[in-house]
């Protein structure tokens, strides 16, 4: 498995090997040795979640303020644009977002960290999306900042209108979220 760090560089970029043939291919998506040994991350993930969605669906930004939710993502069908923002406000890189495209030919992860904000616009037909947690998903502790919020400026490769559910819609200002310490 090949690990690159982020411009954030606690957001972390996994390639895991893929052996192929003209048969198809294999790979092992998740072994929990190897991303401790991989990543020095040794944490227990509890919550596998799967999403399908259409072209231009964008989820985000979401996270948890209580039992913050570390992800480990990928995409299986599809292809995205993955984002994560640092919501840590006494981390050097409050506020800052890194973006990476996820997608079935590029078998690519991303290490999302607890104390981030996550998420994704769908660039293809549809994507699905497979993400392990840390922790569990709590609604009463999810939060959302705005997609578009300016302080942040994520660089969405949109092509029109982007497909928002009304929580998202919802979304607020990162100078106005609740944000971890």
Do not use: C
């Not at 990543?39 to 989820?59: C, E």
């Not at 991303?110 to 549809?126: A, M, N, R, Y």
């Not at 998903?137 to 092509?159: C, F, K, Q, T």
């Not at 209108?161 to 998202?168: G, I, N, R």
């Amino acid at each position: 498995m090949k690990v690159t760090p982020t411009a954030i560089p606690d957001v972390l970029i996994l390639e895991p090997d893929v052996f192929g043939d003209a048969r198809g291919f294999f790979m092992e998506s998740f072994n929990a040795r190897k991303f401790a040994e991989a990543t020095g991350i040794d944490t227990p993930f509890v919550q596998d979640n799967h999403s399908r969605s259409a072209r231009r669906v964008l989820r985000g930004l979401h996270y948890q303020i209580r039992q913050p939710q570390g992800k480990l993502v990928r995409v299986v069908r599809g292809e995205v644009f993955d984002v994560a923002v640092d919501l840590r406000r006494a981390s050097p890189t409050f506020g800052a977002w890194s973006g990476v495209v996820l997608s079935e030919e590029n078998n690519r992860q991303l290490w999302v960290p607890p104390g981030f904000g996550h998420g994704f616009l769908v660039t293809s037909e549809s994507a699905d999306f497979l993400y392990k947690t840390t922790d569990y998903y709590a609604p009463e502790h999810e939060r959302s900042v705005m997609w578009n919020d300016p302080a942040i400026g994520i660089e969405w490769p949109l092509d029109g209108a982007p497909l928002l559910s009304a929580k998202d819609k919802a979304g607020v200002l990162l100078a106005e979220a609740e944000v971890f310490a």
